[in-house]
């Protein structure tokens, strides 16, 4: 058996704004709550974001300080992060309400929350494949490989002295650049030389002593010529 509670109507519109103020109140929590959960979801975002477009940059430019698979756990991460904010953006903006105020909150929400995605999702673009990077870091390397060697070239080049003036026309001036051994056989040819005049010297005065004997043997000159 039913029971009936007979109410005038004053009492009724009592409990009837009662019972609003009590859904009003669940409702403010629910979406205090979860506005909560939506910035912090935002924030990890951001931080996902952030660290994904440096694996990203880094793999593109030939970098091997991470992995492709590094890359692409972080992207699945991101992705997954991003559809949190926006499940808790739409539990926002379900939320039942009479408010004109609330209303508007709700919607001024769920708006700012896709134009985050809409920024933010193309960072989640695809990295290269394995293939491609491999090739991306072989072609660094011989660049790398290329500067080194063209600046090794450049320290030698400044470091090796200039030639100096070249010394011509001083017969007096014995550069250092000459072999000592010719100095040597100068001074041995010189000698030679001395050491043969002296002898045909010796040899023209011997002819001549020998010449004068015959003289004095026969009483008069001879009429040989003597060659120097």
Known sequence: ???????????????????????????????????????????????????????????????????????????????????????FSERIAGIHTTSATQLKVQSNIRSATRAFLQHNLPTTAPLPELGEIQEIQKRRLEESRVAIQAQKEEVLRTQSPSPGPEKVGNPFV??????????????????TEISRDIAREKAREARASARDARAESSGGWTGEVVQP
């Open 1 to 87: 058996m039913e029971h009936e509670l007979r109410l005038c109507d004053k009492c009724q519109n009592i409990i009837k704004n009662a019972q609003e103020e009590i859904r009003a109140k669940n409702s403010d929590h629910t979406m205090e709550e979860n506005y909560k959960k939506l910035l912090d979801a935002r924030e990890k975002c951001e931080s996902l974001v952030e660290v994904y477009t440096l694996i990203s940059n880094s793999l593109r430019s030939g970098d091997a300080r991470y992995t492709l698979d590094e890359g692409n756990v972080k992207r699945v991460e991101l992705i997954k992060q991003f559809k949190i904010v926006d499940t």
């Open 174 to 191: 014995v550069l250092e650049s000459q072999p000592r051994d010719r100095d040597s056989w100068s001074t041995k040819s010189k000698k």
